[in-house]
């Protein structure tokens, strides 16, 4: 992975265990597309703002990246989290996130997301 992809998938996170949107922000081109698989799909910076900070959840999300791997203009990680909904509080997941990059920005975000016990 280079160094530019290594620190812009490192920011994303970083951003998201803090709520900085504008840390988040920064990774992404303006057409941004955010497909997480089953449930919603974002496009461009205005609508991905929107979903960093999700009505349906509160508090900052727990983040713990496993594995990291990429091809190319590809890189995914994958791990698990832990977070709390509005309606049924605590919960844990596990996630595989696909970063898409052009011209050294994240393009796409592909997010699977399975609840654990």
């Given amino acids: 992975m280079t ?3 290594r620190h ?9 265990r803090t709520s900085d949107h504008r ?5 992404l081109t303006d057409d941004v597309e955010w497909v997480i698989h089953g449930h919603r799909t974002t ?3 205005a ?5 960093i900070e999700n009505p349906a959840f509160t508090g900052k999300p727990e983040l713990d990246i496993h594995r990291v791997y ?3 203009p590809v890189v995914i990680a994958t791990g698990e989290g832990r977070g709390a909904t ?15 990059f052009r011209d050294g ?3 796409r975000v592909d997010s699977y997301v399975v609840p654990l016990p």
């Avoid at 840390?23 to 990774?27: C, E, F």
Wanted: hydrophobic content about 40%; proline content about 2%.
């Fill in 86 to 100: 509005v309606d049924h509080g605590p919960f844990r997941f596990a996630f595989n996130d696909l970063f898409t």
């Fill in 105 to 107: 920005l994240i393009a």
């Fill in 23 to 27: 840390r988040i922000l920064a990774t």
């Fill in 43 to 45: 496009r461009g910076k």
């Fill in 70 to 72: 990429e091809d190319g």
């Fill in 47 to 51: 609508e991905f703002d929107g979903e």
């Fill in 8 to 16: 812009l998938v490192e920011e994303y996170f970083a951003g998201f």
């Fill in 3 to 5: 160094n530019t992809q």
